[in-house]
C-alpha cells in the first residue's frame, strides 16, 4: 500500500525557515518523481514544486522560485522542501505528491499525503 | 502559465441530477492533458480523470470527462450522496502545472 507521510509543519514567524519532510513507503521511491502542492485555508489547489525520479531535475511555481528548495534522499525513501523566507501567503496545508507513471512523468496524481499544515504569522 | 478558470463556482443539485462542470483554458493544452480531482472538507484530493477523459481506477462510471484544447467538461451523470464535494482541473500540458480555483458541488 502507498503510504506518504508528511512531517515538520507549523507556526513560523514572516521571514523564518522550516523544512518540510515526506516519508515514502509502499513503493520503489527512486522510480517515481515527486511534488508539493499546497493549499491555503479555504482556497484552491497550487503547484509548488516537483523532483526528477534521480533528484537531477527540479521545478518551482514562480510565486517560491528562489525561496523553497526541493531535494530527495532515495536511499532513505524521503522527500523534502525546504523554505525560506517565508511570508503569509505561504500559509497553507502542503501536500507531498507522488507522480502517477514510473516510467518519465505522467503529471497527474494519483497518491497524496494527508498533508501538512504551515502557518507563517506573527 | 496556462490559467484554469472553473464554472460555476457552486452547482446546486438534489442526488440524482446530472451535473456538469466546466474548466476554460487561457492556451490550448497540449494532448489533452487536463485530469480532474474531487475534494472533500479535510481530505487529500482523489483522481477521477486523467487525459481528459481516462477515468482512474476504481472510478465509477458515472463521472466522465471531455473537450480537448481550451474547453474541458466533468459530467456527473447521476449524483450520488457521496459525489458532494469540492472538483478541481488541473493541465500538465506545460512545465508549469496548474489548477482551476474549483466548482463547489453542493446538495440543493
Known amino acids: 500500500e502507498v503510504q506518504l507521510v508528511e512531517s515538520g509543519g507549523g507556526l513560523v514567524q514572516p521571514g523564518g525557515s522550516l523544512r518540510l519532510s515526506c516519508s515514502a513507503s509502499g513503493f520503489t521511491f527512486s522510480n517515481y518523481a515527486m511534488y508539493w502542492v499546497r493549499q491555503a485555508p479555504g482556497k484552491g489547489l497550487e503547484y509548488v514544486s516537483a523532483i526528477s525520479s534521480n533528484g537531477g531535475s527540479t521545478y518551482y511555481a514562480d510565486s517560491v522560485k528562489g525561496r523553497f528548495t526541493i531535494s530527495r534522499d532515495n536511499s532513505k525513501n524521503t522527500l523534502y522542501l525546504q523554505m525560506s523566507s517565508l511570508r503569509a501567503e505561504d500559509t497553507a496545508v502542503y501536500y507531498c505528491v507522488k507522480d502517477s507513471c514510473s516510467i518519465g512523468s505522467c503529471y497527474y496524481f494519483v497518491y497524496w499525503g494527508q498533508g501538512t499544515l504551515v502557518t507563517v504569522s506573527s | 502559465e496556462i490559467v484554469l478558470t472553473q464554472s460555476p463556482g457552486t452547482l446546486s443539485l438534489s442526488p440524482g441530477e446530472r451535473a456538469t462542470l466546466s474548466c476554460r483554458a487561457s492556451?490550448?493544452?497540449?494532448?489533452?492533458?487536463l485530469a480532474w480531482y474531487q475534494q472533500k472538507p479535510g481530505q487529500a484530493p482523489r483522481l477521477l480523470i486523467y487525459?481528459?477523459?481516462s477515468r482512474a481506477t476504481g472510478i465509477p462510471d458515472r463521472f466522465s470527462g471531455s473537450g480537448s484544447g481550451t474547453d474541458f467538461t466533468l459530467t456527473i451523470s447521476r449524483l450520488e450522496p457521496e459525489d458532494f464535494a469540492v472538483y478541481y482541473c488541473?493541465?500538465?500540458?506545460?512545465?508549469?502545472?496548474?489548477f482551476g480555483g474549483g466548482t463547489k458541488v453542493e446538495i440543493k
Open positions: 492556451q490550448s493544452v497540449s494532448s489533452s492533458s
Open positions: 488541473q493541465q500538465y500540458g506545460s512545465s508549469q502545472l496548474t
Open positions: 487525459g481528459a477523459s
